[in-house]
């Protein structure tokens, strides 16, 4: 079992809508979250972080987290066709270090 | 200010050549990170500095692999006697370490190697 687990997509909306984006790890000890985004060619860029229970609101998009059922989302409000890219979400364990899921490719159709 | 920078953007290495990669981060930020990502992958990580503190090289795929931060700002990630397998976009991070805060990473445009 990978360590941080997305499912690849691609996940396709249509402009206008909510999208989902799921996330979920195995480590309980895991003490922040993040979610970046990536551009074909580019690299990451940190979009949020979360790590209390809850949600967490910025501008269109919300995180999502539950330490209990080990799982962590991302919510895009009025999806754009700008925001079609790779969402990676990553885990701090508490070393510092990064691990990261394969990410979600997201499609926002016109 | 400026964000995270890497040089060079892109590099090709003829199979048994040395590269060195070179990281500058962003100003202030003691914590730097290197990560080497596969076409279609998450970001891997490879090793990580506190200042010039060489802290955790778990990820660093081979004894090949060297990194260093002798001044406590600039990285180099130096690879040996590349091998094909070695092809992969190099990222380096950067992070502010504040004492109760989620020490978010920020990433430079990375450096692509090909090894032929």
């Known amino acids: 079992q990978k360590e941080v687990e997305q499912n690849s997509g691609p996940l396709s909306v249509p402009e206008g809508a909510i999208a989902s984006l799921n996330c979920t790890y195995s480590d309980r000890g895991s003490q922040s979250f993040f979610w970046y985004r990536q551009y074909s060619g580019k690299s990451p860029e940190l979009i949020m972080f979360?790590?209390?229970?809850g949600d967490k609101e910025d501008g269109r998009f919300t995180a999502q987290l539950n330490k209990a059922s080990q799982y962590v989302s991302l919510l895009i409000r009025d999806s754009q066709p700008s925001d079609s890219a790779t969402y990676l979400c990553?885990?701090?364990?508490?070393?510092?270090?990064?691990?990261f899921g394969s990410g979600t490719r997201l499609q926002v159709q016109p | 200010g400026a964000g995270v920078s890497q040089s060079p953007r892109y590099k090709v290495a003829k199979r048994g050549q040395d590269v060195a990669l070179r990281c500058d981060p962003i100003s202030g930020h003691v914590s730097l990170f290197w990560y080497q990502q596969a076409l279609g992958q998450g970001p891997e990580f490879l090793t990580y500095?506190?200042?010039?503190?060489?802290?955790?090289k778990s990820g660093l795929p081979s004894d090949r692999f060297f990194a260093e931060r002798p001044e406590g700002s600039v990285s180099t990630l130096k690879i040996q006697r590349t091998q094909q397998e070695d092809s992969a976009v190099y990222l380096c991070?950067?992070?502010?370490?504040?004492?109760?805060?989620?020490?978010?990473?920020?990433f430079g445009p990375g450096t692509r190697l090909t090894v032929t």
């Open positions: 991070a950067s992070s502010l370490e504040v004492l109760g805060g989620a020490y978010e990473q920020y």
């Open positions: 979360i790590y209390s229970n």
């Open positions: 990553a885990v701090n364990t508490g070393r510092r270090a990064l691990t």
């Open positions: 500095f506190q200042n010039e503190a060489q802290l955790d």
